[in-house]
């Protein structure tokens, strides 16, 4: 499939004037590689230069990559380290910036010694916020994946009741997002009842649903590449009224995190907010990860909303919101929005209630 090649030539620019200290960039994350020229293959590398554009694929990948970048010239190689040296030498480099979370040692050790005079410089810190402004095509994949998640979600409802195994409902979520047009789940779907809802990354298992349950169930599907994120608490039969009671502070924590979100607000004072809401209530040392994250063409990127986070949420950016309270052995709860950053609040993406269903 080919691709309009105007928004990658702009994200290259960007890329580009943001980090114009080298001669060269080494862009080896598959995602950021998507990002930047439309090609969807593996096991491939980007070289950008000031008026150049190399994407280097093995020969199992030549064809799509022509056809998915046409931005970029194509060049093949057998072991990708010696395709870059190659590419460096060609373009008389002196300086290469890299991805250093994603060159391996060994292959960093190879460049080096078949590129003696050239100086490697790791990407600032900075570069992870590549991805962290959405344009309209992205926001637009976002939220049709997350309808897609939501209309699979409603449709498995009715099965979440006693005697039901959490996997029967992961793997029926997982086929509704699929039939319903996903190219897949954004991640292992979460269904997690009891005392496994108190446990934040559970694994669906075979534990079966018992009359007064929280049944946690975090889930998301892809579209177009992007992703959704959502999770959603119900408490199946009876409850109790502290199990209410948690219900309703995390979910004030969930809405004060939201009615805060803006343009210029920073990611840490966002997790303040619902962060402190929860310890007031006596809860904090059970709420045990960030507030939030970005959410794209990948379910977890930049930016993080967690405690110590200056940067500025910036208009475009779209974000988790989900606080929790996980009580060891008994139960938990985590109420999650995928909300899209505006300059003067945000919008939701995810459409599901966050209202206590009792079922």
């Given at each position: 499939m080919r691709h309009d090649p105007s928004p990658f030539s702009n994200r290259v620019g960007r890329l580009r004037s943001g980090f114009p200290e080298t001669d060269a960039l080494l862009i080896l994350g598959e995602k950021n590689i998507r990002y930047l020229t439309g090609?969807?293959?593996?096991?491939?590398?980007?070289?950008?230069?000031?008026?150049?554009?190399?994407?280097?694929?093995?020969?199992?990948?030549?064809?799509?990559?022509?056809?998915?970048?046409?931005?970029?010239?194509?060049?093949?190689?057998?072991?990708?380290?010696?395709?870059?040296?190659?590419?460096?030498?060609?373009?008389?480099?002196?300086?290469?910036?890299?991805?250093?979370?994603?060159?391996?040692?060994?292959e960093y050790l190879k460049l080096k010694e078949s590129l003696p005079d050239v100086s490697f410089q790791p990407l600032p810190p900075s570069f992870e916020f590549l991805r962290a402004v959405k344009d309209e095509e992205e926001i637009d994949r976002i939220r049709e994946a997350a309808q897609i998640a939501g209309k699979a979600f409603a449709a498995v409802r009715e099965m979440i009741r006693p005697g039901v195994r959490e996997?029967?409902?992961?793997?029926?979520?997982?086929?509704?997002?699929?039939?319903?047009?996903?190219?897949?789940?954004?991640?292992?779907?979460?269904?997690?009842?009891?005392?496994?809802?108190?446990?934040?990354?559970?694994?669906?298992?075979?534990?079966?649903?018992?009359?007064?349950?929280?049944?946690?169930?975090?889930?998301?599907?892809?579209?177009?590449?992007?992703?959704?994120?959502?999770?959603?608490?119900?408490?199946?039969?009876?409850?109790?009224?502290r199990q209410r009671e948690i219900y309703r502070l995390v979910?004030?924590?969930?809405?004060?995190?939201?009615?805060?979100?803006?343009?210029?607000?920073?990611?840490?004072?966002?997790?303040?907010i619902a962060r402190s809401h929860l310890n007031e209530a006596g809860l904090g040392n059970l709420f045990s990860h960030g507030t939030g994250h970005g959410v794209g063409l990948e379910v977890h990127e930049a930016p993080r909303l967690a405690a110590g986070r200056e940067e500025a949420l910036q208009a475009g950016m779209v974000v988790t919101v989900e606080p929790g309270v996980y009580l060891p052995g008994l139960w938990g709860v985590r109420i999650e929005d995928t909300v899209l950053v505006t300059d003067k609040g945000c919008e939701i993406l995810t459409r599901t209630s966050k209202e206590l269903a009792v079922i």
């Open positions: 090609f969807t293959g593996g096991d491939g590398a980007l070289m950008a230069g000031p008026d150049w554009l190399t994407l280097l694929v093995d020969g199992r990948y030549v064809t799509q990559a022509r056809a998915d970048a046409p931005g970029a010239e194509v060049f093949e190689f057998r072991k990708r380290a010696d395709g870059i040296a190659a590419v460096a030498h060609q373009h008389k480099v002196g300086s290469i910036g890299f991805e250093s979370p994603v060159l391996t040692v060994s996997k029967e409902i992961a793997l029926d979520l997982e086929y509704r997002m699929r039939r319903g047009g996903a190219e897949q789940a954004s991640f292992e779907t979460i269904v997690a009842a009891g005392a496994n809802s108190a446990l934040p990354h559970a694994t669906p298992g075979s534990r079966t649903i018992a009359d007064g349950d929280f049944v946690m169930i975090d889930y998301g599907a892809v579209c177009g590449g992007y992703h959704s994120d959502e999770t959603c608490t119900l408490l199946v039969g009876s409850a109790s009224e979910l004030e924590a969930h809405d004060r995190a939201i009615g805060a979100i803006r343009a210029g607000v920073s990611c840490g004072e966002i997790d303040r």
